[in-house]
């Protein structure tokens, strides 16, 4: 007989979520997730798989990324999560690009986390393609890994049900949480019932379902992104997760260098302000290229103006720009698709208690892949101690 009653209840089975079930079920706990969908389909499987602190502002989530790394690794040593250690590598396209992957250099190296800076020659003979009239040098982080964002989540929830116990009731939404007679009670859309000590809702974009008061002035946005995935380049191989510089003007950890004002005030072209676009490629373990991606930005109440189309426009713009870093074996684009998730304006997740021992965890922004399995731990850790 099904039991009733948990230890933890899950609301949303993407990274966020599926973490929080894994570090309470490796504790004991009896744990019960529920997913809405046949399976995530969301920010969770539409990514790049990149687990790369290097690119996360010093402090607390630089340390959940590295952390979660830790983590990801100790799982796929007793279960195949699809983690592949190949490193990641920034690549300047100028000279004040370079400056910062030096700054940067500087930084991790104080910090104790690995990083090399890489010549121009050097890199061109590591990364077969790359354009010599892009790259003026690179900065590498050998120890930062990459997961198959499409089976990765997945792969996890069969290893919990497989071997830590945890009981998966997919298709299932969830209509109500709350919290009666020392517990929270949680409803579901055909009228079952179920009970637990704690509950976590990770419900991702979904905001119309669960305390929508909660959310009504919470400065949350949608982030609408797109990308793409090339057929296979079986002879051809690009190890890790490859940015270039308009990624070094993105990414949290270079506002720390001294020259990040510098960099700043230099002109960028305004179709990838227009597009908040950056250049990024990983090559799948089938020898596909993802290549991504754009930034589009709506507030949660008015989702509807984004739209539900992918853009031409940007797929093309991406592309010229990817064409100027590297050759390719070829380009032929055999997916697209835009990927959807949520961050909050005001902090780095929204983190609130609906009531007492149920926990709305959500707005990770993009952060979701490389520090998810370290913020869930924290969170089972502040309700185990």
């Known amino acids: ?9 899950v609301v949303g089975a993407g990274v966020l979520g599926s973490f929080h079930a894994y570090h309470a079920a490796k504790k004991g706990w009896k744990v019960l997730m529920i997913e809405k969908d046949e399976k995530p389909a969301d920010a ?53 690009e370079a400056t910062l992957l030096e700054e940067l250099a500087a930084i991790n190296e104080k910090d104790g986390y690995a990083c090399t800076l890489v010549s121009k020659e050097d ?12 790259c003026q040098g690179g900065l590498y982080f050998p120890d930062e890994i990459t997961v198959e964002p499409n089976r990765m989540v997945h792969h996890l929830i069969a290893y919990m049900k497989e071997q830590l116990g945890l009981l998966y009731k997919s298709n299932t939404l969830v209509k109500s949480v ?40 919470a400065g949350i946005e949608l982030v609408k992104l797109q990308m793409m995935q090339t057929t296979p380049m079986p002879d051809y191989e690009l190890k890790g997760s490859i940015f270039g510089g308009l990624s070094i003007r993105r990414y949290e950890s270079f506002r ?54 992918y853009k031409q426009v940007i797929e093309d713009i991406i592309l010229q720009e990817a064409q100027r870093m590297i050759r390719l074996p070829h380009w032929n684009i055999a997916k697209t698709w835009n990927g959807y998730y949520t961050q909050s304006k005001e902090q780095d997740i929204f983190r609130e208690y609906a009531d007492t021992n149920i926990l709305v965890l959500t707005a990770i922004g993009g952060k979701g892949m490389t520090a998810s399995p370290a913020v869930a731990e924290k969170t089972i850790s502040q309700w185990t101690n």
């Open 44 to 96: 969770s499987v539409r990514n790049f798989g990149m687990i790369i602190p290097s690119g996360m502002a010093k402090g607390e989530w630089k340390e959940y990324g590295r952390r979660s790394m830790e983590i990801y690794r100790s799982i796929q040593s007793s279960f195949d999560i699809t983690l592949r250690a190949n490193g990641s590598i920034y690549l300047a396209s100028d000279n004040t």
């Open 123 to 134: 890199c061109l003979l590591q990364y077969p393609g790359l354009r010599a009239s892009y």
């Open 256 to 309: 720390e260098c001294p020259s990040f004002e510098k960099l700043q005030a230099a002109q960028i072209e305004s179709r990838f302000k227009k597009w908040g676009i950056h250049v990024l490629f990983k090559q799948a373990m089938d020898g596909s290229m993802i290549i991504g991606d754009s930034h589009e930005y709506a507030p949660i109440d008015q989702t509807d103006s984004l739209g539900f189309e």
């Open 178 to 217: 709350v919290y009666q007679s020392d517990r929270a009670w949680v409803e579901t859309g055909n009228g079952e019932q179920f009970s637990s000590n704690y509950v976590v809702i990770c419900s991702g974009r979904e905001f119309k379902t669960l305390y929508p008061s909660l959310f009504a002035n």
């Open 1 to 9: 007989m099904q039991p009733k009653h948990f230890d933890l209840i």
